[in-house]
């Protein structure tokens, strides 16, 4: 059973436009929802995180969205650079619990 | 500052066999969580150590240990390895209420 789902497993956008990347849930015990990045030979790094009590939260060029009747939240990355290329998780946690439920990730590609 | 280091950086193993990883969490940080990343998938929880015991565990065997060190280092131990469990283990710390930061993990080969 798939908690977390990323549907899309790529996703190509051209430097200087908006990425979007998405995420679906189905537990709706989640409260709190990250975005990691991963580079090849890397671990996953944090990006930005939103609780559930937020609809919208900022960093730089990096922007969740989230909309809890949907069960629901996107990545909005502007505008995108070379270097975000690499995958991208969507993580879920319950309650005042540490456990991450990951999505199965999508791979951006930024190019020129 | 270092980060979340983990150790050995690949491994390769036979069947049956027994294996165990080491992670040291970033300074400051006295929480340990082991995840287990197959290929194509996104990393899945094993189990957390706080204060030198099992807080959390995921769906993973009995065969899947591990073991919290007075100065927050952990170990993940995985006895009677099956080919399945080929896949890349990562370890990430926190602190109390804050973000998980991850090492590069340990890749693990079953042969």
């Known amino acids: 059973d798939q908690q977390v789902k990323q549907n899309s497993p790529s996703l190509s956008v051209q430097e200087g436009r908006i990425s979007i990347l998405n995420c679906d849930y189905t537990n709706s015990m989640f409260d709190y929802f990250l975005w990691y990045k991963k580079y090849p030979a890397e671990g996953p790094t944090f990006l930005i995180s939103i609780s559930s009590i937020k609809d919208k939260n900022e960093d730089g060029r990096f922007t969740v969205f989230l909309n809890k009747s949907a069960k629901h939240l996107s990545l909005h990355i502007v505008p995108s650079q070379p270097g975000d290329s690499a995958v991208y998780f969507c993580?879920?946690?319950?309650?005042?619990?540490?456990?991450?439920?990951f999505g199965t990730g999508t791979r951006l590609q930024v190019f020129p | 500052d270092a980060g979340v280091t983990q150790s050995p950086t690949h491994l390769i193993k036979t069947r049956g066999q027994q294996v165990t990883l080491r992670c040291s969490p970033k300074s400051g940080h006295d929480t340990v969580s082991w995840y287990q990343q197959a290929l194509g998938q996104g990393p899945q929880f094993i189990f957390q150590?706080?204060?030198?015991?099992?807080?959390q565990r995921g769906n993973f065997p009995d065969r899947f240990s591990g073991h919290q060190f007075p100065n927050y280092s952990s170990e993940l131990n995985v006895n009677a390895l099956l080919l399945g469990d080929s896949a890349l283990y990562l370890c990430?710390?926190?602190?109390?209420?804050?973000?998980?930061?991850f090492g590069p993990g340990t890749r693990l080969t079953v042969t």
């Open positions: 993580a879920a946690s319950a309650g005042n619990t540490d456990k991450l439920i």
């Open positions: 990430a710390s926190s602190s109390v209420a804050g973000e998980q930061y």
């Open positions: 150590y706080y204060e030198e015991e099992e807080r």
